[in-house]
């Protein structure tokens, strides 16, 4: 596919509505934080328009059919929690989610029509927890799941999934536990830590056995564990397949700053980050998604180093 070199950002202003309870880590500030970092050379914004209908089609491939409906009514509700305690609503918790995925839908579509080749999507709420039926974690709709199921449809496959948040995506990995024509990758904190899952015996099942690689770090992990823990999922890919695009679970949690992942990780392993996946993907398209990052200046500063090491741009 050719594309337009630079880097696109898909986002929408809907996306600051979820409001959980004050103090919640998972604040409307991240969304400005994560846009701030995005402003490199060469970066341009990318029209998001909210086609519920649309939005809707794209979620039920990879949630169960009623899951929106309940996740909407536990919103009129609100404030709530809904599936369990790290899951509070606020009324217009679902108009965010479903902006969210309309900025992946528009993100897919501008890498399926040649129009970009980085794309760069700050949206919150994050979804890599998220289960088909089931809010975890902060997280509603699969995010990066819905964009990769998207892609496949249009024909473009196979694809890789790269997550680098600290915690595991549990979600992501359930959706495609059995599936060969896409292989995910998730460096994370694991050792009683959240979510619980992520060991690196997880591979995979039937025809996906293999084709799942989890690379778990201790507390405390620096840059070059980091690093390196990356380059050996990447490398990993690389033997099984080729893929036609690289989605990312972008996720800024284990910087040394964060307060909740515990990890110390900087801005140089960031860019690191960046520079595996612009080498890995070489001519093929990067479609990188927020997850989590709660200090919002490390957020700021960690998104930026990781879109200048994957567009090798600098900040204007």
């Not at 369990?84 to 902006?99: C, F, I, R």
């Not at 694991?190 to 996906?208: C, L, N």
């Not at 595996?276 to 001519?283: C, D, G, I, K, V």
């Amino acid at each position: 596919m050719r594309a337009t070199p630079g880097l696109a950002v898909a986002t929408h202003a809907d996306c600051a509505l979820h409001r959980p309870f004050p103090g919640h880590p998972e604040r409307p500030a991240r969304l400005e934080a994560a846009i701030g970092g995005a402003a490199i050379a060469d970066a341009r914004p990318l029209p998001v328009a909210i086609d519920e209908a649309g939005v809707l089609d794209a979620v039920v491939r990879v949630h169960a059919p009623g899951y929106p409906a309940r996740l909407q009514e536990a919103c009129w509700k609100a404030p709530a929690l809904f599936d369990g305690d790290d899951n509070p609503v606020s009324g217009s918790t679902y108009a965010a989610a479903v902006a969210a995925v309309a900025s992946m839908v528009a993100s897919v579509d501008a890498v399926v029509r040649g129009e970009a080749s980085n794309v760069w999507a700050p949206v919150r709420p994050p979804g890599h927890h998220a289960l088909r039926g089931k809010a975890m974690g902060f997280c509603f709709f699969n995010n990066v799941a819905i964009a990769a199921e998207r892609l496949l449809a249009r024909g473009v496959g196979p694809l890789a999934i790269v997550d680098f948040d600290v915690h595991h995506g549990n979600g992501t990995q359930d959706h495609f536990w059995e599936r060969s024509d896409v292989f995910f990758v998730s460096v994370h904190r694991y050792g009683g830590y959240f979510p619980g899952t992520g060991g690196a015996d997880e591979i995979g099942a039937g025809r996906g056995r293999g084709f799942t690689r989890n690379v778990p770090l201790a507390a405390g992990s620096d840059d070059t564990t980091c690093v390196d823990a990356v380059a050996v999922g990447i490398d990993e890919v690389l033997t099984r397949m080729r893929p036609a695009a690289w989605l990312v679970s972008a996720g800024f949690d284990a910087h040394k700053d964060d307060p909740l992942g515990g990890m110390a990780m900087t801005e140089a392993g960031y860019h690191a980050i960046g520079g595996l996946l612009r080498s890995a993907a070489a001519t093929m398209p990067v479609l990188a998604v927020l997850e989590g990052g709660y200090d919002l200046e490390a957020l700021r500063r960690s998104v930026r180093a990781f879109l200048e090491g994957l567009t090798e741009a600098v900040a204007p």
